[in-house]
């Protein structure tokens, strides 16, 4: 089933994002991760996707297909050639998935710019048009900033090649994680604004440490508000911090819910224990069915 679908249903959808296994020793801890994360109660999962573990992607989101019924997008990059991106989208086709998150993909090694395969695959919206273009019948994602990403230098820039991707196909959009609602609100605003009228998901990490925390603010330029990073620093361990991220999540997401968002897409960084509080809190508030 396309994910829009289930965008475009009164009540809001819930989805992790799964890392796949970079190397054996993390099979286990994602194995487990899986099956219980899908306990919960998922309307769709994803999976990240990275030029030397791809198989290991596109085998992870048809086994979560195939062995728990849950709807699973793969993430593909700009990472290879076009003709190797046809024979991946191919491969996905008669894999039978129905959803592709069509991204341009970060360096794999952290600090380093991108560097595109094909010339004629260098964004995120070449990717959606090249889908498209090519016949594919997937519900395609893409990705969208609602703080500025690091290589932008405004936010007038970010939206411009956001709405790019919309016009070339791109059925509803995941933002990267933020801490502060306001920016989610502010780009919804001036997408509707723009005429942009595909659903906009909010991407939504609970903080895990603080060494994960400046990994992926780094990574994605999101900001911490000045309370939560008060809050984290004056945190004594890395339990509390966590405690700290989880709680802070849980208020990021009852305002996104009382604000009528389509879904909550959660970054699980394969770890189950988060989001299972956070889904719990929500239920419990009954601001999400249980
Ligand atoms: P782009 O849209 O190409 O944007 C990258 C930069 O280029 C931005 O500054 C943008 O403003 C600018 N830009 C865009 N189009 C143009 C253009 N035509 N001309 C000039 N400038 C342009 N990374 C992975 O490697 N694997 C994953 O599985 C993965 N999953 C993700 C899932 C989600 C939900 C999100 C939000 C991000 C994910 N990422 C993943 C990270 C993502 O690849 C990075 O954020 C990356 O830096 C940007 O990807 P993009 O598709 O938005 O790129």
Redesign the pocket.
């Known amino acids: 089933m396309r994910i829009v679908e289930m965008l475009s249903r009164p009540r809001p959808s819930v989805s992790f ?1 799964f890392m796949a296994p970079r190397d054996e020793s993390e099979v286990d801890v994602l194995e487990r991760t899986v099956a219980t994360l899908a306990g919960h109660a998922p309307d769709w999962v ?1 999976v ?3 030029l030397r573990t791809g198989e290991k992607t596109l085998e992870l989101v048809t086994r979560i297909k195939r062995h728990y019924h849950i709807e699973a997008m793969a ?1 593909l ?3 290879n050639s076009a003709d190797r991106t046809r024979q991946i989208l191919n491969w996905m086709e008669r894999e039978g998935i129905a959803n592709v ?6 360096s794999q090694n952290p600090g380093e710019r ?1 560097t595109p395969a094909d010339p004629q695959l ?5 990717l959606v048009a090249f889908v498209r273009r090519n016949g594919y019948r997937f519900g395609i994602g ?4 609602a703080e500025k ?1 690091p ?2 230098p405004d936010l007038d ?2 939206f ?2 956001m709405k ?2 919309v016009e070339a196909g791109a059925d509803f959009l ?3 994680l933020f801490f502060d609602n306001r920016f989610y609100f502010d780009l919804v605003a001036r997408a509707r604004a723009a005429g942009i009228t595909v659903p906009i998901v909010p ?1 939504l990490m609970p903080v895990p440490s603080r060494r994960s925390l400046a990994v992926m603010t780094a ?2 330029g999101a900001t911490v508000p000045v309370s939560l990073q008060a809050a984290i620093d004056r945190a004594p361990d890395e339990e509390a911090v966590r405690n700290i991220g989880v709680g802070h999540c849980i208020a990021q997401c009852a305002e996104l819910l009382e604000a009528g968002v389509p879904g909550l ?1 959660f970054y699980t960084f394969n770890r189950a224990r988060g989001p299972i509080e956070i889904l719990s809190a929500l239920r419990g508030q009954q601001l999400l069915a249980s």
Not at 101 to 106: F, I, K, P, T
Not at 142 to 145: I, K, P, R, V
């Open positions: 994002e994803s990240t996707y990275r993430h990059t700009c990472a998150l069509a991204l341009r993909g970060d991108f260098t964004h995120g919206s070449d893409a990705a969208c900033s990403h290589e932008s820039h970010e411009r090649y790019l991707k995941i933002t990267q991407g990574m994605s897409h």
